[in-house]
């Protein structure tokens, strides 16, 4: 088993775990590992942009009070605040990095989207997340004091104490043990300090806008360690997947119906939105993606229909490149004809629990990014905050690591010796069938059971399931030796759990939870719901 140590260790490649990259590296060595290439994250894919205050007709107050709105009235007013004043300076570090923002007449050209009162989201055409992450590539690639670990699948925290001994305050992490997926042995990762941006959980939902390495490694792995999960039940479907059998997880922006898309269904090309929301096509996420599940179920269709062809060809190759050409691509002009759309999971606004700073439960742990729950997004995120809080939290991160750096470094050496991987009798597998129909069982009865609309016989039932298939799994992790697609499984199974646990325990309806036996907001459950592997939940 190979040992490495550096100052710093961050785990996932995307906005937050590349700004804290970078930051970083002004105070030590840093390690980024990443589960698959330096290419694949949410953070890549992300297309509307990042929701900052840069426009004389707006306000922070504005920005703050739609966020909150969104929210559902679970929003932390005090993180909201703070987040929305420093958003500003991190697009200022964005710009410094090499990132274009579309501009129009010298100004950024700034888009509208769902749920904001005004026009504050920059972004670089739609493919803003890439031109992100590749100037932070760019800054990270040419910083000696930084090195990037690609293939390397994180199994578990490294820790001072064996979990079942010791809540998280009085234990501390000490780096991860990670597969070397080109070898199949494991590495062991020490750290002064380590840092979780590995990006949420949309795979453990059937459809999902997000790459297929979004399996909530980190969140799984906090909740093995002890740590709270907060708001899990807070799933985000994003109201337009395109729908087309070629057409993998491709996402269509927000940022369409902030330019006057509309949805219609086939047949009648009558709009629906105006019966469920006054704002129409731009009313918060959770509403839109209820609509549209309501449509289907109603009518007995496959699609809605997002349709922004009155615009015109020259208006959407300049705004909308990436979805023109691949929409194209696929025979699909949305110059000419409607773009088939359908919900699909999105993001996480809930994950593992930090305060204002990033720091974790446990010493020597931070996260940020989407694994994180800051309080930011409550019960429903708003459009574009979510590239804005990855900036904020990784700039906070990184400043607390630094107060206290000199407590856990010592001569670049780890604190202390760290037990070496133990393979005990783990053998080659010889039913990989387990590992892939488990996998897709699991993703189908959330995405049936547990997923934009809800039931208490229906979370009772995926409950049961999970819990037979989580048993499955710990078996076969035992017995044999470790791949990727088993680390990804066991946490998928992991989260589901989390999931269905936190949906289980808000007896009501708010934001993106809806439960329809219980259809009304109550102020009883005006607070997160936290849930670990204790037992505690509520």
């Known amino acids: 088993m190979k040992d490495f140590h550096s100052d710093f260790l961050v785990l996932g490649g995307g906005l937050a775990g590349l700004m804290l990259a970078e930051k970083l590296s002004r105070l030590g060595t840093v390690t980024v590992l990443v589960k698959r290439d330096t290419r694949t994250s949410s953070t890549g894919l992300a297309q509307g942009g990042i929701a900052a205050v840069t426009a004389a007709d707006d306000s922070f107050e504005r920005h703050a009070d739609d966020t909150i709105k969104a929210g559902g009235g679970l929003c932390d007013r005090e ?81 001072a104490e064996k979990a079942h001994s010791c809540r998280p305050p009085s234990n501390r992490c000490l780096g991860v043990y990670a597969l070397d997926e080109a070898t199949g042995r494991v590495e062991t990762f020490t750290a002064g300090q380590t840092f979780l941006a590995s990006g949420g959980a949309g795979k453990v939902y059937r459809y999902t806008s997000n790459p297929d390495t979004a399996t909530g490694d980190g969140m799984a792995m906090a909740w093995r360690a002890g740590l709270d999960l907060a708001n899990m039940e807070f799933v985000q479907f994003h109201p337009t997947c395109l729908y087309h059998p070629q057409a993998k997880s491709f996402l269509i922006s927000e940022a369409v119906r902030g330019e006057g898309g509309v949805l219609t269904l086939a047949g ?101 990014g989407e694994t994180a729950y800051t ?89 049961r399931r999970i819990d037979i298939i989580s048993g499955e799994i710990l078996r076969y992790y035992w017995d044999f030796l470790l791949t990727t697609d088993l680390l990804e499984l066991r946490n998928i199974a992991c989260l589901a759990g989390a999931i269905i646990d936190s949906a289980s325990a808000r007896k009501e309806s708010r934001g993106l939870h809806f439960n329809i036996d219980y259809p009304e907001t109550s102020d009883r459950f005006l607070r997160p719901t936290i849930v670990n592997r204790y037992g505690n939940k509520g």
Request: one cysteine or more; aromatic letters at 8%.
């Open 79 to 159: 993180i909201v605040e703070l987040t929305v004043r420093e958003g500003p300076a991190r697009v200022k570090e964005l710009l410094e990095l090499g990132v274009k923002f579309s501009r129009r007449e010298g100004a950024f050209d700034l888009g509208l989207e769902g749920g904001h009162s005004a026009r504050r989201v920059l972004h670089c055409g739609d493919y803003t997340g890439r031109e992100i992450q590749e100037a932070l590539l760019a800054a990270c690639s040419r910083n000696k004091k930084v090195r990037i670990r690609e293939r390397r699948p994180a199994i578990d925290f490294i820790l």
């Open 375 to 463: 309080g930011l997004h409550g019960a429903n995120r708003l459009a574009s905050n979510s590239l804005m809080e990855a900036c904020v939290f990784a700039h906070r991160a990184a400043e607390a690591a630094a107060a206290s750096a000199g407590d856990t470094m010592r001569h670049g050496v780890p604190v202390q010796p760290v037990p070496a991987w133990k393979y005990g009798d783990a053998r080659p597998s010889d039913e990989a069938v387990i590992i892939s129909h488990n996998w897709d069982e699991i993703r189908m009865l959330m995405w049936n059971y547990v997923g934009i609309v809800r039931s208490d016989k229906r979370l009772e039932r995926a409950r």
């Open 268 to 368: 009648t090309g009558r709009r629906f939105m105006p019966k469920y929301h006054k704002a129409a096509e731009l009313a918060p996420r959770d509403i839109v993606a209820r609509a549209i599940d309501a449509e289907l179920k109603r009518t007995g269709q496959d699609c809605a229909w997002l349709d922004i062809s009155f615009k015109g060809g020259a208006f959407l190759k300049k705004r909308f490149p990436q979805i023109h050409a691949r929409c194209l691509a696929l025979g699909i002009d949305i110059a000419k004809s409607p773009i088939p759309v359908v919900p699909a999971t999105h993001f996480f606004c809930g994950g593992v629990k930090v305060d204002k700073d990033g720091r974790t439960a446990m010493p020597g742990l931070y996260a940020a």
